[in-house]
């Protein structure tokens, strides 16, 4: 447990993305993306809903930022959607889209609120998706084209830069397993969009800094400890170690893909064409660090992956979406980061729990979130000790959203969003996390978050009784 507080300088937060909180799906002149496509087919998403309406962010923007003010949060982690503003992912702009985000940035920047930005979060326009999408190698021209629209609208007032947000789901739950948009499930579609996903990422970078040479830019990946289960797994523990935590690292920082990926490799690069690695072997300004679990691998035969991941036999330690919550995993993956790729400068811009807590009396005890956040912010203090370069982080999620394939089923939240009335009320893990962005101390708001829980208001109202 670290008794230092987090420094002045570091920046705390919150995430979301567009499509999961905006809603307005086809208003003011929004192109179709391949999600809205995706979740409009019958029988896609766990509990049949979509995310056309979402948190209507998109109209109530003006009371979430309020709401982020009064959280105290330094930074705020949004993405902007692609279709919203180049309705058919390349050439006319939309006018309406552009001052959305236009107005979001101001607001927040009233407030005293660092923006920051993500340009891809999984909504490709699906006009693109119609010439191919992330299988197509002149999506990355597409994608710097509009990473220079919104450089050019909001470079005056934005620092912080995220190209991707995950690639390794795009590539694997979107062209390769089909359970995301676009449903596609090919192998070398995948790989495909895993090779075009970096180039994307290496022209927006170019064109970011061509309009705001101060920008640092970075990208956002999954990452995860994998473990194996038994001895005679660590073979395929390691492979997958691999494809989640170096396929979209490894290229950056080496200019070469994993040779640990195993039997992915050779048809990873097949796309590869001469001239591409000088541009996507560049190490970006700072990573962008996605964690929510550890997994445990198996060997079993499914192809390529080859491994089954394992859900723990105690629930105890799952979250709803069935994530186990394993902090030290967390301290663990940031050293194997600061190892393995020299120190580089890390934002945690997703962390968190799903956790479906009933509202009772107005109020919601979202004790169990409470818990993982102080375990997780706690093993990442203990990183910061260790030597990692870690400068913010951002829980996942502001609000409770639309949760990919698992539709409103996953709450994510600080904020309970009642999906009839659109009612947002912050739960007890926003008390918490509003201490925690006062005190900077993670361990000091859970001890005084403790005296405010509902046991220990029973036990002295129980004790009024008694005397
Ligand atoms: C991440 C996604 C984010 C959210 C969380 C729970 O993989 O980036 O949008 O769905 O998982």
């Known amino acids: 447990m670290s008794d230092n507080p987090l420094p002045e300088s570091f920046l705390l937060g919150t995430s979301t993305s567009a499509y999961q909180i905006e809603g307005a799906w086809d208003q003011d002149g929004k192109g179709e993306s391949v999600w809205d496509r995706f979740t409009h087919r019958p029988g896609v998403i766990k509990d049949g809903t979509d995310g056309d309406r979402a948190c209507d962010h998109y109209r109530r923007v003006d009371e979430d930022v309020r709401l982020l003010d009064s959280l105290g949060v330094d930074a705020y982690r949004f993405s902007v959607s692609w279709p919203r503003v180049i309705p058919d992912g390349t050439g006319a702009v939309s006018a309406a889209g552009l001052s959305f985000y236009d107005r979001l940035v101001d607001r927040l920047c009233a407030r005293g609120i660092e923006?920051?930005?993500?340009?891809?979060?999984?909504?490709?326009?699906?006009?693109?998706?119609?010439?191919?999408?992330?299988?197509?190698?002149?999506?990355?021209?597409?994608?710097?084209?509009?990473?220079?629209?919104?450089?050019?609208?909001?470079?005056?007032?934005?620092?912080?830069?995220?190209?991707?947000?995950?690639?390794?789901?795009?590539?694997?739950?979107?062209?390769?397993?089909?359970?995301?948009?676009?449903?596609?499930?090919?192998?070398?579609?995948?790989?495909?969009?895993?090779?075009?996903?970096?180039?994307?990422?290496?022209?927006?970078?170019?064109?970011?800094?061509?309009?705001t040479p101060s920008a640092?830019?970075?990208?956002?990946?999954?990452?995860?400890?994998?473990?194996?289960?038994?001895?005679?797994?660590?073979?395929?523990?390691?492979?997958?170690?691999?494809?989640?935590?170096?396929?979209?690292?490894?290229?950056?920082?080496?200019?070469?893909?994993?040779?640990?990926?195993?039997?992915?490799?050779?048809?990873?690069?097949?796309?590869?064409?001469?001239?591409?690695?000088?541009?996507?072997?560049?190490?970006?300004?700072?990573?962008?660090?996605?964690?929510?679990?550890?997994?445990?691998?198996?060997?079993?035969?499914?192809?390529?992956?080859?491994?089954?991941?394992?859900?723990?036999?105690?629930?105890?330690?799952?979250?709803?979406?069935?994530?186990?919550?394993?902090?030290?995993?967390f301290r663990s993956i940031l050293g194997w980061i600061r190892d393995r790729y020299g120190n580089p400068p890390v934002y945690i811009t997703e962390n968190g729990a799903s956790f479906d807590e009933p509202v009772?009396?107005?109020?919601?005890?979202?004790?169990?979130?409470?818990?993982?956040?102080?375990?997780?912010?706690?093993?990442?203090?203990?990183?910061?000790?260790?030597g990692s370069d870690i400068r913010g982080y951002f829980v996942w999620s502001f609000l409770d959203n639309f949760e990919w394939a698992y539709g409103f089923s996953q709450r994510f939240g600080l904020v309970h969003v009642d999906y009839d009335?659109?009612?947002?009320?912050?739960?007890?893990?926003?008390?918490?996390?509003?201490?925690?962005?006062?005190?900077?101390?993670?361990?000091r708001s859970f001890i005084a978050q403790a005296d405010r829980t509902p046991t220990d208001r029973s036990r002295a109202d129980s004790g009024r009784t008694d005397s």
């Open 115 to 211: 923006p920051f930005v993500t340009l891809f979060h999984w909504d490709t326009p699906q006009a693109l998706e119609e010439r191919g999408g992330w299988t197509n190698r002149a999506i990355a021209g597409w994608f710097a084209e509009y990473a220079d629209r919104i450089a050019r609208l909001l470079s005056d007032r934005v620092t912080h830069w995220i190209t991707l947000n995950e690639p390794i789901s795009v590539a694997g739950a979107g062209y390769l397993a089909g359970v995301h948009a676009p449903g596609r499930r090919s192998p070398i579609a995948a790989a495909r969009a895993a090779h075009f996903q970096l180039l994307a990422h290496a022209h927006a970078t170019d064109a970011i800094r061509a309009v």
């Open 421 to 443: 009335t659109l009612k947002r009320l912050p739960k007890e893990s926003f008390r918490f996390y509003a201490d925690v962005c006062r005190t900077r101390d993670p361990h």
């Open 216 to 329: 640092r830019i970075g990208i956002a990946n999954s990452f995860a400890p994998v473990y194996p289960l038994r001895p005679r797994d660590s073979r395929v523990a390691a492979r997958v170690s691999a494809v989640l935590n170096e396929l979209f690292m490894d290229p950056l920082y080496f200019g070469s893909y994993p040779g640990a990926v195993g039997p992915l490799l050779g048809l990873l690069n097949r796309g590869v064409r001469s001239g591409d690695w000088d541009l996507i072997n560049r190490p970006p300004d700072f990573v962008g660090v996605n964690h929510y679990s550890r997994y445990l691998a198996k060997r079993t035969i499914i192809p390529f992956v080859g491994v089954r991941f394992l859900r723990p036999a105690d629930r105890i330690n799952l979250t709803d979406i069935e994530w186990e919550i394993h902090p030290p995993g």
């Open 360 to 386: 009772r009396d107005g109020r919601v005890d979202d004790i169990r979130r409470i818990s993982y956040l102080h375990g997780y912010l706690t093993q990442m203090q203990a990183a910061i000790e260790d």
